[in-house]
């Protein structure tokens, strides 16, 4: 599947390749948009590891001018309350208790009990010096990122999803309305299906550009290739079959 998934990405950076690619069906297209979109959302946050490392180390450096800077925490709750299942986080101060084996983080009256991998830490939380614990907390908030990393991945996964369906869906119709008015010969299927495939190009850029810093590079991109694809489109009357397969 993956070997099958990669190759049709490089069939999708060929513009003279989508009147084939467009005989697929619209379900395995979409499926393609699924994983293709999984794949960006990984590679994107491999990509930005040393940006997000880079953001972690700077913390606490420009504290300087602070000379006190202290939390008083008074939480009071007559039944426990789940705040998170992935992880599992709970707010529990009608009882004296401890850290459960299912449970990531308990808040307790005065205590906060953290799960760090085989271990429970127990951390006094009702005066809160930050300034002499900065450390502990850049620690902490490293690990417990470790822990929300699938359930961010998850997130991050949606929101693309979204976006680039929007994007898509946009350039569909934009380019449905150009056809239908030209009478070219491309049905609202292949133009939807091309905008579908074409999306490889945007994520590619997307990932280019991240490393330089470079923004809106990916929708030109996009925008360029998807009119370049549909007129080579309108051009070929004749139907080819993807190498692929339909």
Known sequence: MVKFIFKLILETLKPFRYRGLTQRSIIKAFFFFLYLSLIYVLIMGLVNIPRYYSNYKEIGTNVSSINKFSINVDIETNQPIVVSKTPYILIDTSANRSLGSKEDLLLTKDTAYSKIMFWTKKMDYTHYDVLSNLNSIKRNTFLLMLI???????????????????????????????TIIRRARITVFEVFKSATYAISVYYIVNIACSLFGIKYLGVIAYAIFFVATLFLMKEDTSIIDSSLGK
């Open 148 to 178: 929300f990393i699938p359930t961010l991945l998850v997130i991050a996964y949606l929101i693309t999803l979204i976006k680039y369906f929007l994007i898509i869906l946009l350039f569909t119709i934009i380019a449905s309305i150009l």
